[in-house]
């Protein structure tokens, strides 16, 4: 993709991160994420990935991955810390 910015929802109290990627091409992608309180000790993280109007199924389907990827390392981070 190349060098990408990431624009994050102002800071709030509903876990709410969501966030906008704008790519070399100057197209910006809007991506919701949350994360929700689990338990006393545990947050869950949700991800939406929204294919984009002008993507192809295969586009699509390798995105996918990607975020998986993206979220396991966020896990790993975190669990680290």
Known sequence: MGRVTVTFAEHNDF???DHTVTLPSGE????PLRVI???DD?????????????MS???FAQ????????????????EAS
């Open 28 to 31: 910006s992608v809007y991506n």
């Open 57 to 59: 199924n295969e586009e």
């Open 42 to 54: 545990a947050s869950e993280v949700v991800f939406t990935l929204r294919e984009r109007p002008d």
């Open 63 to 78: 995105d996918s991955p990607a975020v998986q990827a993206d979220l396991e390392s966020l896990k790993r981070i975190i």
């Open 15 to 17: 876990g709410i991160l």
């Open 37 to 39: 309180p689990a338990g």
